[in-house]
């Protein structure tokens, strides 16, 4: 989980916006950053959107910024939560 990180917190994160957030992925980008030796700077997408198709055949949100190259990588919290129906 991604979650803005509480003002009492400090941290000696990567610079840019990283100081502003913590949680799994967080964690797992600096262990990753670590043991492969890159560094790199946690932002939040410009529309705060994930990314839709628009009608023009261009994207919103994240995966906008990925095709543009604003963005070289993307992390995101996905759940998956599974639909029960009557008699399923």
């Not at 790199?40 to 990314?51: E, F, I, K, N």
Request: glycine fraction near 10%.
């Amino acid at each position: 989980m991604l979650a803005p990180r509480d003002d009492n917190e400090a941290t000696d994160a990567n610079p840019g916006d990283d100081h502003l957030y913590r949680g799994y992925l967080v964690d797992l980008l600096e262990a990753l950053a670590k043991n492969a030796s890159f560094t790199y700077s946690l932002r939040a997408v410009s529309d705060r959107q994930r990314g839709s198709r628009r009608q023009d055949g261009t994207w919103s949100g994240l995966v906008g910024e990925l095709i543009a190259g604003v963005s070289t990588a993307i992390i995101i919290v996905i759940m998956i939560v599974r639909c029960l129906r009557n008699g399923t």
